[in-house]
């Protein structure tokens, strides 16, 4: 898949030649989106830095079963890793590098969230355009969803009836292709009956997409199908390839930046964005900007790059030996992340897993499919997922043990991090039915759920297993953290610390999930395919939660989407310019005020769309 040279890579002579209205630091998931959208008037000039290799046509990449063979590999992932967790784990936090960012390394799952979340945003930063209402255009135009024909191959009647779309609620025509996969295992079936049993509210929704996505339903993936076999569909492929031929646009891969250059000429004003410092080729380089820098770094990079810049809390500036220029306490403060958590089995040897992959000759042929344009395990992400409300699924005792963790949270002394206003719609959540307080995937695969310290080991195939995994994820994480510069050395990692389960109320929500996942799998028709349970072991009675406690604490990480390290209200206005600073702006998911429910990738391509639109209109 080698991809023909583009007039939009640049070579950093090439580059440093270029004159620019706009910097972007950062080609990831909402950098290439805001390039590409600022570079479609050709009066201005846009230049991108991007600190990994291009990447582009890589066969790990746009095949979209291969994600776990480049999760953990340095040549497409930051490897960046926690300080030690609650477990005394270093968690390997994966953040994807080279053009399209971690959108490149993904699981591919489309959602949006539900609108209250929104709604929410609008009511915690008194930013009334931010709520569902006003970002729902932006989705659309984000999307293109290839909408399945009436007979598409390889599609059955149980696949079809838990498709959950209205094709008006979509969009259609937009750069990231979405799809439903054409292919699953025939076990998720029996997945989802059983779920059906439960109580739980497991019923198909009318439309995922259109701001309720409570019930299990087949989901959308990034996979592009308008050609077989299927292909990833990401921000290089949706913002950068259409576009490579633009005059006006200069992408510069394999360059770190520094620091964003801040003139303080002007005496008592604000500092201006004048330019942007960068290491390539061995050697620190700067270039100037006319009219802004955009940051796009991601809900990781963002802060260090704005700490390194002398943006931040002038404690932590000092600790690292850096000048503090602009004083913000709220850089790299309220980081929120989802918490995965999984139970895995191995099945009965007459069902399907990805594990039957690592046999060369079942790998040879899906290799044989997929190349061949069949589709198969190989062209296609996870398929089976939903979400659950906490309201409809605890039981009476636990929703007062739920009520009593609340009033014994709202006594301590809450920060910055977590305002007032914050606890009370979190807390109005758990006693709301509407409200998807936990996430569910269902992958055909096994998963070392003990290996949280190292992705690619936590991903990888066994060998003559026949595995599942049920994976459940805490939405609306209490728990707050923080990545704060470790020191003055840009290519020193951050300190990344999510603070998993400091607050203790996590921790029962999550165990409450897993309660259900345990009956789910005692439920007809999907108990009848598993054999013995892998983790935790079967000789452990998940039906205790003090059991169920103590294999949280040491089997739960991220579920890949950190947000709020640049926050809306906190360190950037309505219109995402950092306060204190003329011409800079914050554009990726470290501007979420408040966890959404969910995948966030659709959501960033929202916000790269809105934030275009913003910058575009001011100048």
């Known amino acids: 898949m080698a991809m023909p040279p583009l007039p939009a890579l640049k070579s950093l002579d090439d580059f440093l030649d270029g004159s620019f209205d706009y910097i972007i630091i950062g080609g990831g998931t909402a950098g290439l989106a805001v390039a590409a959208r600022l570079s479609e008037d050709p009066n201005v000039t846009v230049g991108v830095l991007e600190a990994g290799q291009a990447k582009l ?73 931010w709520d569902w209402k006003s970002l729902k255009p932006y989705f659309l135009k984000s999307e293109g969803l290839t909408v399945p024909p009436p007979e598409a191959d390889g599609d059955d009647s149980a696949t079809k009836s838990k498709r959950a779309f209205k094709a008006e609620e979509h969009g259609t025509n937009g750069p990231v292709k979405t799809s439903f996969g054409n292919w699953h295992a ?77 003139d303080t000429s002007a005496g008592g004003n604000e500092p201006r964005a004048s330019g942007v410092a960068f290491i390539a080729g061995g050697k620190e380089h700067t270039v100037s900007v006319k009219k802004e820098v955009v940051l796009s770094a991601g809900t990781v990079q963002t802060p260090q790059v704005l700490e390194l810049s002398g943006i931040g809390d002038p404690d932590v500036l000092k600790q690292a030996g850096i000048d503090c220029i602009v004083p913000n306490k709220n850089v790299g403060e309220s980081l929120t992340d989802h918490l995965m958590t999984a139970v895995v089995y191995d099945m009965i040897e007459s069902e399907f897993s990805m594990d039957h992959l690592a046999n060369p000759e079942k790998m040879g042929e899906a290799m044989q499919q997929f190349g061949t344009g069949q589709g198969g395990p190989l062209a296609n992400a996870v398929g089976g997922l939903g979400f659950l409300s906490i309201e409809q699924i605890a039981t009476p005792e636990e929703k007062a043990q739920i009520q009593a963790a609340l009033q014994e949270l709202a006594k301590q002394p809450l920060s910055a991090s977590f305002e007032k206003q914050e606890y009370e719609i979190l807390a109005a959540r758990l006693t709301d039915p509407k409200a998807a307080s936990l996430q569910l995937l269902f992958l055909p695969a096994s998963v070392d759920v003990t290996r949280w310290d190292d992705q690619a080991k936590l991903l990888q195939p066994q060998p003559g297993k026949t595995g599942c995994t049920l994976a459940i994820c805490l939405t609306h994480p209490f728990s707050r953290g923080s990545i704060h510069v470790a020191s003055s050395d840009p290519a020193a990692h951050p300190n990344i610390d999510p603070q998993y389960f400091s607050r203790r109320i996590d921790l029962l929500i999550l165990n409450i999930g897993m309660r259900v996942i345990n009956d789910w799998c005692n439920t007809s028709p999907f108990k009848d395919s598993l054999k013995n349970r892998v983790h935790p072991k079967s000789s452990v009675d998940f039906g205790q939660s003090q059991n169920r406690d103590e294999y949280l604490l040491k089997h739960t990480g991220t579920e890949y989407h950190p947000v709020g390290t640049a926050s809306l209200g906190k360190v950037v206005d309505n219109e995402l310019r950092v306060k204190g600073v003329q011409g800079l702006r914050v554009v990726d998911a470290s501007i979420v005020p408040l966890q959404l429910s969910g995948n966030i990738q659709g959501i960033v391509y929202a916000i790269a769309e809105k934030g275009a639109e913003m910058i575009a209109a001011a100048s």
């Not at 993904?106 to 009511?123: L, T």
């Not at 989802?192 to 299990?216: F, M, N, Q, R, T």
Request: aromatic residues 12%.
């Open 57 to 129: 046509g890589d066969q790990g990449i746009m095949c979209p079963a291969a994600f776990p063979t480049i999760v953990g590999n340095k040549e497409y992932d930051w490897i960046f890793k926690t300080v030690p967790q609650h477990d005394g784990v270093s968690h390997h936090y994966p953040r994807g590098k080279c053009l399209g960012g971690s959108s490149a390394i993904n699981y591919m799952v489309y959602v949006r969230g539900q609108s209250a979340e929104y709604d929410d945003w609008a009511s915690l930063t008194g930013y009334k355009d």
């Open 186 to 262: 025939p076990i998720e079936d029996k997945w989802y009956e059983a779920g059906k049993k439960l109580d739980i509210g497991w019923v198909v929704p009318e439309d995922a997409w259109s701001g309720g996505h409570l019930g299990g339903y087949s989901g959308l993936a990034t996979i592009d199908r308008s050609s077989p076999p299927g292909l990833r569909s990401y921000s290089a492929t949706a913002y950068l390839l259409p576009n490579a031929g633009r005059a006006n646009l200069f992408v510069l891969t394999e360059a770190l930046v520094t620091k964003i250059v801040l």
